[in-house]
C-alpha cells in the first residue's frame, strides 16, 4: 500500500474541516494539469512537491473558506504543520 501525502484542513480552534464544505469551487485534481498520475486535493498526491504546489496556488480560498491552518501528511505522520494561512503584511519602510 503506497502512502499518499495529505493536507489536514483545520479551523482556529483546532477543528479538521472537509475540502469539499470549505472551498467547494477549488479545483480538486494534480496541478497543474488536471486529470495527470499524482493524486487529488481530496484523495491524495503521490508526490510530495504535488501537494505544495496544490497548497501554494490554493491557500487564499481555503483561508476564506474558514480553514486557518494546515498540516502536510505523508500517510498517517505528520511531517510538518501547522501552518498559518493568514496573509503577512509587512510593514512599510519609514520615509522621511
Given at each position: 500500500?503506497?502512502?499518499?501525502?495529505?493536507?489536514?484542513?483545520?479551523?482556529?480552534?483546532?477543528?479538521?474541516?472537509?475540502?469539499?464544505?470549505?472551498?467547494?469551487?477549488?479545483?480538486?485534481?494534480?496541478?497543474?494539469?488536471?486529470?495527470?498520475?499524482?493524486?487529488?486535493?481530496?484523495?491524495?498526491?503521490?508526490?510530495?512537491?504535488?501537494?505544495?504546489?496544490?497548497?501554494?496556488?490554493?491557500?487564499?480560498?481555503?483561508?476564506?473558506?474558514?480553514?486557518?491552518?494546515?498540516?502536510?501528511?505523508?500517510?498517517?505522520?505528520?511531517?510538518?504543520?501547522?501552518?498559518?494561512?493568514?496573509?503577512?503584511?509587512?510593514?512599510l519602510p519609514?520615509?522621511?
Amino acid at each position: 500500500m503506497r502512502m499518499l501525502w495529505q493536507w489536514r484542513l483545520e479551523d482556529g480552534g483546532g477543528k479538521v474541516l472537509e475540502l469539499q464544505e470549505v472551498a467547494p469551487t477549488i479545483e480538486m485534481t494534480t496541478l497543474p494539469e488536471p486529470g495527470v498520475a499524482g493524486g487529488t486535493a481530496d484523495t491524495g498526491f503521490e508526490m510530495q512537491g504535488d501537494a505544495e504546489t496544490w497548497i501554494g496556488l490554493c491557500w487564499r480560498p481555503l483561508h476564506e473558506g474558514g480553514v486557518a491552518k494546515v498540516f502536510l501528511l505523508h500517510g498517517t505522520q505528520e511531517v510538518y504543520g501547522p501552518m498559518d494561512l493568514a496573509p503577512q503584511t509587512m510593514p512599510l519602510p519609514r520615509t522621511g
